[in-house]
């Protein structure tokens, strides 16, 4: 599809050597990922999701907004193209926005804002312990959306409190958690093993038995959040940066939260510095005479 694309930019569009190249290069760049994601993927079967989850991963390696735009254009274009010759029956890239210059600070639950989600009064139904139980592993070890979707059970090494996640690129760490995440996946296990006929191995499922999809966590976490915050955005991504932030706020080393969050450059994290006012204010308070 790529090649029939570029052919038709150089010979009936005219275009240079140069942008022909550049258009390569983008869409390149985006066949890697989303193969490198799923092997069994298509250019056919990409949907708005995978897009999405691409241009996220462009943000985290510190790639400004013009760089992401432009390579969602080439992409645009490939798709219109496709579409027109009915090499696919949708084109996935339409409801999809670019980000908009100068990336925004990440958005963030304060810490009486996510204890008050919490500690809240949870139902004691499958899916009101799912949620919970969803909201504080996004929460406790600040993985990413596809990292949780994942995950299967015997990711879960109760005995030494950690947790293995297969991060980008089929990378794998290791990440600590604690006695109020343990308590949570132990009662959310128990019961998904009484409510639930199995049919997928992994840890979060549906009624059906069946591995979550990205839609469906993105909804749990929405709804959950707009309970307690009225940030624009409520998505999984908020509850990482609420981890973040609240590493840094307690004093945690920049390196040691990269780790945890299987950021490949320092630089990625440091944006998080940036909102760290909280702490911030506390040292003020503290130190100065007049405060």
Not at 60 to 86: M, P, Q, V
Not at 137 to 145: A, C, D, E, M, V
Not at 194 to 199: D, G, I, N, Q, S
Not at 238 to 258: C, G, I, P, Q, Y
Request: aromatic residues 8%; positive net charge.
């Amino acid at each position: 599809m790529i090649e029939e694309f570029l052919n038709y930019l150089q010979f009936e569009k005219n275009r240079s050597q140069l942008t022909v190249k550049s258009y390569a290069d983008d869409l390149g760049s985006f066949e890697a990922y989303f193969r490198n994601l799923n092997n069994q993927l298509s250019w056919e079967s990409v949907d708005s999701d995978i897009i999405r989850d691409w241009m996220e991963s462009m943000m985290d390696k510190g790639n400004n907004a013009t760089s992401i735009n432009r390579r969602l254009s080439a992409l645009r274009s490939l798709f219109r193209f496709a579409l027109a010759h009915k090499m696919i029956e949708a084109d996935p890239s339409r409801m999809v926005k670019g980000p908009k210059r100068g990336r925004p600070l990440p958005q963030f639950l304060k810490e009486a804002e996510i204890d008050r989600l919490v500690d809240q009064e949870w139902g004691d139904t499958y899916k009101d312990v799912r949620a919970r139980t969803l909201v504080l592993t996004f929460y406790s070890i600040g993985i990413r959306l596809a990292e949780l979707i994942g995950l299967d059970d015997d990711a879960i090494d109760f005995a030494n409190h950690q947790v293995k996640v297969i991060g980008k690129r089929n990378k794998e760490r290791i990440i600590p958690f604690g006695m109020e995440l343990e308590k949570a996946l132990l009662e959310y296990i128990k019961l998904r093993n009484c409510a639930v006929e199995r049919h997928s191995g992994a840890l979060f499922l549906t009624e059906k038995g069946e591995r979550m999809n990205r839609n469906q966590v993105r909804y749990e976490v929405r709804k959950n959040l707009s309970r307690v915050c009225t940030l624009k955005e409520r998505t999984p991504h908020v509850l990482r940066h609420t981890f973040a932030t609240a590493m840094l706020n307690h004093d945690a080393e920049l390196e040691s939260v990269k780790k945890l969050l299987g950021h490949e450059s320092l630089s990625t994290t440091e944006i998080y510095t940036h909102t760290t006012f909280e702490q911030l204010k506390k040292v003020y308070k503290n130190a100065h005479p007049r405060a």
